[in-house]
């Protein structure tokens, strides 16, 4: 008979198979090469039935000079979070980074059953800037080394994006920028974990000393709109280095992919008929449950998905591109207490 495999997919395979009689050997068939087909599909049925939901005006998207860059620096001079404390823990280190607060939590080296990996969570607070608020890899922590007490230093250079958020209460949106920068702070929170190499000379339990990098924050100097109106299971639309496409479409919900650099993607909106939005400002996170995708980068780079909710009746989708940002990038080395 034959026997089917479960698992994963990716790494872990099991088999079970019921028989009777005497077993005199097992054979395995195996496949000598694969050819990958790829079939294009895309469905041109309309959305389910949405009743009217809440929406509002487009939000706006204004380019960020060197000048609003600079009251945000000063700023940060006075800028004193009530806490950088979470529930459980303190921070074992505490430095800042431009206008940026960084606090390090928990790091520690551990043994898993794929090698020894590094983890910690860093937390960054700063004054309320509208162009970084929930919008996509405008904040990117930078890691490049890490030094240990007992003198190990890993250099490995780790790119994480932000994904700040408004805290300290409610968010008026008819306030201006610095208006809201009296009440509200951008918070963003990383959990990170690098592989240490086997021939490093790291091991589980040591304790790190120090951590450098950098933290960059990317500005928008020119921005456009790219309409998507064909609201279809399958379409794509190509923008500046990266390509999206619409991967799920349901009741209340929408499901894009991104697939490329989409460091230039600053907003997506979804319309209603009449032009508002009724939703804004997704956070990508990478595919996992895929067949195929590795956290090895180089053997199967992910795509980076995002589920879009809304109320309403979705009439077109809106890409907000930066044809030109400006990088900053500001230093730091957090110090273990």
């Given at each position: 008979g034959a026997a089917s495999f479960g698992g994963d997919g990716i790494s872990t395979q099991s088999v079970s198979s019921q028989f009777?009689?005497?077993?005199?050997?097992?054979?395995?068939v195996t496949a000598e090469a694969l050819d990958t087909l790829v079939y294009e599909l895309q469905l041109d049925t309309p959305l389910p039935m949405q009743g009217e939901g809440f929406s509002q005006a487009v939000p706006p998207h204004a380019s960020y000079t060197v000048q609003d860059w600079d009251e945000v620096l000063d700023d940060a001079k006075a800028f004193q979070p009530k806490t950088d404390q979470d529930e459980y823990f303190d921070p074992v280190a505490r430095t800042t980074a431009g206008p940026a607060r960084l606090s390090l939590f928990m790091p520690k080296v551990s043994r898993r059953f794929d090698g020894t990996v590094f983890s910690s969570?860093?937390?960054?607070?700063?004054?309320?800037?509208?162009?970084?608020?929930?919008?996509?890899?405008?904040?990117?922590?930078?890691?490049?080394?890490?030094?240990?007490?007992?003198?190990?230093?890993l250099t490995h250079e780790?790119?994480?994006?932000?994904?700040?958020?408004?805290?300290?209460?409610?968010?008026?949106?008819?306030?201006?920028?610095?208006?809201?920068?009296?009440?509200l702070h951008l918070r963003g929170d990383i959990p990170l974990t690098i592989r240490v190499p086997d021939d490093a000379g790291i091991h589980e339990h040591q304790q790190l000393q120090e951590m450098s990098g950098a933290v960059e924050f990317h500005l928008p100097q020119s921005i456009i709109s790219i309409p998507m109106a064909d609201l279809t299971l399958g379409k794509r639309v190509h923008a500046s280095d990266?390509?999206?496409?619409?991967?799920?479409?349901?009741?209340g919900h929408l499901t894009l992919s991104v697939d490329g650099d989409y460091a230039d993607l600053v907003d997506v909106l979804i319309l209603n008929p009449?032009?508002?939005?009724?939703?804004?400002?997704?956070?990508?996170?990478?595919?996992?449950?895929?067949?195929?995708?590795?956290?090895?980068?180089?053997?199967?780079?992910?795509?980076?998905?995002?589920?879009?909710r809304f109320n309403g009746t979705p009439a077109e989708l809106r890409l907000v591109v930066s044809e030109k940002s400006r990088m900053l990038s500001y230093p730091f080395v957090l110090v273990v207490k």
């Open positions: 009777q009689g005497e077993v005199n050997f097992i054979e395995l969570r860093l937390q960054m607070r700063m004054p309320y800037v509208a162009a970084l608020d929930n919008r996509v890899n405008r904040a990117v922590l930078v890691v490049r080394a890490l030094g240990f007490r007992d003198g190990q230093r780790r790119r994480t994006p932000f994904q700040l958020g408004s805290s300290g209460g409610f968010k008026d949106v008819s306030r201006t920028e610095a208006q809201l920068r009296r009440s990266f390509e999206l496409q619409v991967i799920e479409i349901a009741a009449s032009g508002e939005t009724i939703a804004a400002g997704p956070a990508f996170d990478r595919e996992k449950n895929r067949l195929g995708v590795s956290d090895d980068e180089k053997a199967s780079r992910p795509r980076a998905v995002v589920n879009m």
